[in-house]
Every structure is written in C-alpha cells, then in structure tokens.
Nanobody, 115 residues
C-alpha cells in the first residue's frame, strides 16, 4: 500500500525558507517519480514541482528560481526546498504519485507566509 507523509510546513516570514519532506512507503520514488502540489484557500490544487523517474524536473513558473525539488534514494524521501517565500505561497502542500492508474496523495502540510 502506497503511503505518502509530508512534513516541514509552518509559519514563516516573507523572504524566509522552509524545506518540506515527503516520506514514501509502498513505492519507490526514484522508479515512479513524485510531484508536489499546493492548494491555497479558495483556489484549485496546482502542480508546483515534479521529479520524474528519469530525473527530469519541472517547476511551475510561479516558483522557478525559488523552489528546488530533490530526492534521497536511501530514505525514499522527496524534498521541496522553498526559498524567498512570498505570502502568495501560503497553501497546503501535498505530495502526489500516479501509480498503476491510481492517484496517491499525502495528507498535506500547511505553509503560511506572513509577517
């Protein structure tokens, strides 16, 4: 059974940094890839970044140059390093995997950017 557990969210001031983690079990992210999505209050869930099984990386335009996605194969964990955070980055962040024609989601971790 695939389980994805996010951690690392919190309250940070504008311009600050956070690193989110997504610990995976029942799947191997290096074989299947992993995505980070976010959902702000009153808005639809959007794709923020992804890392594929071939190592290709995608970033949404809104986070390019500020966010970095990476993975630790030994820990089977994917990270999202977020720098220069803005109030508009406030959202619940989810990791996601599409595997065997099914969507798997973590429960999310809240990131709040406010002074």
């Amino acid at each position: 059974q695939v389980q994805l557990v996010e951690s690392g969210g919190g309250l940070v001031q504008p311009g600050g940094s956070l690193r989110l983690s997504c610990a995976a079990s029942g799947t191997i992210f290096s074989l299947n890839g992993m995505d980070w999505y976010r959902q702000a209050p009153g808005k639809e869930r959007e794709l923020v970044a992804s890392i594929s099984s071939t190592g290709s990386i995608y970033y949404a335009d809104s986070v390019k140059g500020r966010f970095t996605v990476s993975g630790d194969n030994a820990k089977n964990t994917v990270y999202l390093q977020m720098n220069s955070l803005k109030p508009e980055d406030t959202a619940v962040y989810y990791c996601h995997e599409f595997l065997y024609n099914m969507d798997y989601w973590g429960k999310g971790t809240l990131v709040s950017v406010s002074s």
